[in-house]
């Protein structure tokens, strides 16, 4: 069997130890099991426990990424952009819930697994703040206060937007599909969005 195609067997079986039993407690001795290889063989390919983990989350991390830079598109209205997006970003996750599972696990096992998925966060962040700055400038914002409030938004978005797949990921009974997923955050976030975009603000009253 080529080396690509057995590693990627490897890691299949990395991603769904890891998501079920975590960093610390996940076995080699399982995972190899899984695979159907031996554990030497694993330790052969990809060197340590670390760097195994290290490639389920360099994997399933590029796999999101490049499914919501797909799934956005570069051309179209702003809102359609992100709507796209968003259900490419709540398809994936659901459709991988190992893999966001392993995703989120990995952001509180230290370091580098942190760093990793901070690096992946901010790649989807980009993202998105490519799509509200565009926005904001179709509409004539200022560009100091645009740049401001888009970041801002940008990060909160994407943060809403990981603690929502990990809520529709965890409902076994009923849980919603991608479609509606995003539309919970599209009408969380875009009708205040729409509003911003056009020069309103939100003031507390004294």
Request: glycine share 8%; charged share 25%; proline share 3%.
């Given at each position: 069997?080529?080396r690509?195609v057995?590693e990627?067997q490897?890691?299949d079986?990395?991603?769904?130890?890891?998501?079920?039993?975590?960093?610390?407690?996940?076995?080699m001795?399982?995972i190899?099991e899984a695979?159907?290889v031996?554990k030497?063989?694993?330790?052969l390919?990809l060197?340590s426990k670390?760097?195994?983990?290290?490639?389920?989350?360099?994997?399933?991390?590029?796999?999101?990424h490049?499914?919501v830079?797909l799934?956005a598109g570069?051309?179209?209205p702003?809102?359609?952009q992100?709507w796209n997006g968003?259900?490419?970003?709540f398809a994936?996750?659901?459709?991988?819930p190992d893999?966001?599972?392993v995703?989120?696990?990995?952001?509180?096992?230290?370091?580098?697994?942190?760093?990793?998925v901070?690096?992946?966060?901010?790649?989807?962040?980009?993202?998105v703040?490519?799509?509200?700055?565009?926005a904001?400038q179709?509409?004539?914002?200022?560009e100091?206060?645009?740049d401001?409030?888009v970041?801002g938004l940008a990060?909160a978005l994407?943060g809403?937007?990981?603690?929502?797949?990990?809520?529709?990921?965890?409902?076994q009974e009923?849980?919603?599909?991608?479609?509606e997923?995003?539309?919970v955050l599209?009408?969380?976030s875009?009708?205040?969005?729409?509003?911003l975009v056009?020069g309103?603000?939100w003031?507390?009253t004294?």
């Amino acid at each position: 069997m080529p080396r690509a195609v057995r590693e990627q067997q490897m890691l299949d079986a990395a991603v769904a130890g890891f998501a079920r039993h975590g960093y610390q407690a996940a076995s080699m001795d399982d995972i190899a099991e899984a695979a159907g290889v031996s554990k030497p063989l694993v330790y052969l390919y990809l060197k340590s426990k670390e760097e195994l983990f290290s490639s389920c989350i360099r994997r399933e991390g590029d796999s999101l990424h490049e499914a919501v830079r797909l799934g956005a598109g570069v051309s179209g209205p702003a809102d359609q952009q992100l709507w796209n997006g968003l259900r490419a970003f709540f398809a994936h996750t659901s459709a991988h819930p190992d893999g966001w599972a392993v995703l989120s696990r990995a952001r509180t096992q230290g370091e580098p697994f942190a760093s990793m998925v901070a690096s992946l966060r901010t790649r989807l962040t980009d993202l998105v703040t490519e799509l509200l700055a565009q926005a904001a400038q179709d509409a004539g914002c200022d560009e100091e206060l645009a740049d401001r409030e888009v970041s801002g938004l940008a990060h909160a978005l994407v943060g809403a937007a990981e603690s929502l797949a990990g809520w529709s990921n965890s409902r076994q009974e009923d849980r919603p599909s991608a479609k509606e997923t995003a539309a919970v955050l599209m009408n969380f976030s875009w009708t205040g969005l729409g509003a911003l975009v056009k020069g309103e603000r939100w003031r507390p009253t004294r």
